[in-house]
């Protein structure tokens, strides 16, 4: 064999043994793709089955134990204070109504002499739990209503497909004789319909990667377009080819063991506070008596990368479960004093309020990073707050310490959400709070003759004794303004003054807030001369 005809074979040799390597590589990689993702697919259909199916269970349990209650007369104040605190308790409750011979007698919220029909159920599970679909009180607004015997809860279907997912994936709750309860991204209906219908044969769908999990009288249906999978196998095939042959197989595991790790909740989450996609809000808190802006509490949101705002409400329990919530309150920290400081420096009786946590509050961690963060500025100790919500301060020995050394550095300690935790007078009284923060769900029943509006009341009159400034969350009205300043409540914050707003926006608020206040008081000069 001459030179030529050897170095010919040879090239051929090497291409078709690279062809070979680079084709078994790309089928092993697209081959093991579909899988991760239907697994993916399939732990997302656990947990969105099993998160309404835990829903549906505690909904029975209360339903049960109301039916149960023989001494309490129905629709008596007592009765329909016990179905409020139901709705306090239950979240996701929009309301709750007592039934006589399918007849609606009372709400959580009112009498009613309407001869309001309640409509046949739907569906029946296993334990007599009934189901009614499209159940609308309000127009153009279809819930979802839970019966057992003479008692419905009415729940948004939203509710039941509240989680964070890819845009393109699609989930779907419906029973098991085939009525759906919620969806998620609009998934086909027909598609959904056929899948209810004859789920044993899931890979015979091939435009969609699709997910079942069955759960009691409960289905869960997840489903991801192949368009989505493909796109991401075109994407990881970029990486692959300029390693070589070799270096295949090695490639393809890394990099789809970086890909799973990344599409997990837990993997974006530690992506994004690695990345810093933390970002603050500014609530202004406003002092009653005069309007003005005298301070704002500091708000995380995520903002990914394609630009959407996650709410602390969905990562905040994955972060303190993972060991992520103290890197991220310290870039909390870093964020508000690189913003806020000018405003902080330009207006002595401004103030910035810092959520902490349950694990700061017994450490006494925060103080040494607020006391670095600040060591560099002119910002005055007594211009920080701190916030911890009632619930974290079951270590009562652990948050004396931690406030006692706060309140010797000179920072005010704020509890927050005070009255849906588990707080005492004698909590109170024992830790020497500065600042007590009513919920919003008792201001929003202020002048309204319930429950809610007098324990609020009485809150006033617990942080008047022991000499606490109150602040009112979630204020919406000027009658409940009207109503917090006749009782002595100094600040209050809430849409009626302004949303949480991003730092520029907060400038901007509070300079116009500043504005209108020294025209105010300008004319009230004017009229004063004449």
């Known amino acids: 064999m001459n030179r030529k005809n050897f170095i010919v074979i040879s090239i051929i040799s090497a291409v078709i043994g690279a062809t070979l390597s680079i084709a078994s590589t790309l089928y092993f990689s697209l081959k093991r793709t579909e899988k991760m993702e239907r697994e993916g697919l399939t732990h997302l259909a656990d947990v969105a089955g099993y998160r309404v199916y835990v829903f549906f ?3 029975y349990q209360v339903l ?30 929009d309301e709750f109504e007592y039934f006589e011979n399918g007849v609606l007698k009372c709400s959580a919220y009112q009498m009613t002499e309407e001869k309001i029909q309640l409509p046949p159920s739907h569906y029946t599970m296993l334990n007599g739990l009934e189901i009614i679909f499209n159940f609308r009180r309000i127009e153009d607004h279809d819930e979802v209503a839970l019966r057992y015997k003479n008692y419905v809860m009415l729940i948004d279907p939203v509710q039941f497909t509240n989680i964070i997912v890819e845009s393109y994936i699609q989930i779907a709750i419906a029973t098991a004789d085939g009525h759906v309860l919620s969806t998620l991204n ?26 079942v999990t069955k759960v009691q009288d409960l289905i869960a249906i997840a489903i991801q377009p192949r368009s989505a999978l493909m796109k991401k196998w075109y994407n990881e095939l970029l990486l692959f080819l300029p390693f070589g042959v070799l270096m295949a197989g090695l490639v393809v595991a890394i990099i789809f063991w970086a890909s799973r790790r990344r599409l997990s909740p837990l993997g974006e989450l530690k992506t994004a506070t690695a990345r810093h996609e933390f970002i603050v809000y500014y609530q202004p808190l406003i002092e009653l008596k005069t309007g003005a802006c005298v301070g704002a509490e500091a708000l995380i949101r995520w903002r990914r990368p394609d630009g959407s705002i996650i709410k602390p409400d969905f990562f905040i329990p994955l972060a303190e479960d993972n060991g ?30 810092i959520n902490i946590t349950a694990d700061d509050l017994k450490s006494g961690r925060i103080l040494q990073v607020i006391e670095t963060a600040l060591s560099d500025t002119a910002i005055e100790r007594k211009q920080i707050w701190f916030e911890v919500t009632e619930r974290e301060f079951m270590d009562i020995h652990s948050a004396q310490q931690t406030i006692a050394k706060a309140h010797e550095l000179g920072y005010s300690v704020a509890i927050d959400d005070f009255g849906t935790g588990y707080s005492t007078l004698s909590y109170l009284q024992e830790l020497s709070l500065d600042v007590l923060k009513i919920d919003k769900i008792f201001i929003r029943s202020l002048n309204i003759d319930s429950t809610t ?24 009205t000027q009658a409940q303004v009207n109503y917090l300043v006749k009782h002595g409540v100094e600040y209050g914050q809430g849409w009626l003054f302004a949303k949480a707003l991003p730092i520029n926006e907060f400038i901007d608020f509070y300079k116009s807030n500043k504005l209108v206040l020294f025209q105010i008081n300008k004319n009230f000069d ?5």
């Open 526 to 530: 004017k009229d004063d001369i004449r």
């Open 57 to 59: 269970k505690e909904a």
């Open 186 to 211: 609009n998934p086909d209906p027909n598609l959904v319909k056929q899948v209810l219908e004859n789920s044993s044969d899931l890979k015979k769908y091939k435009d969609n990667l699709i997910a």
């Open 324 to 353: 992520l919530i103290k890197i991220i309150t310290d870039q909390v920290v870093q964020i508000v004093i690189k913003e806020f400081s000018s405003l902080l420096l330009e207006d002595r009786k401004l103030h910035i309020a």
């Open 453 to 476: 509006s007098i324990v609020a009341s009485e809150i006033i009159k617990i942080a008047k004794t022991l000499k606490m400034k109150i602040v009112a969350e979630g204020v919406e």
């Open 64 to 93: 049960k134990s109301m039916e149960t209650l023989s001494a309490i007369t129905p629709c008596s104040k007592e009765h329909i204070n016990l179905m409020r605190q139901v709705i306090f308790n239950l979240h996701s409750i």
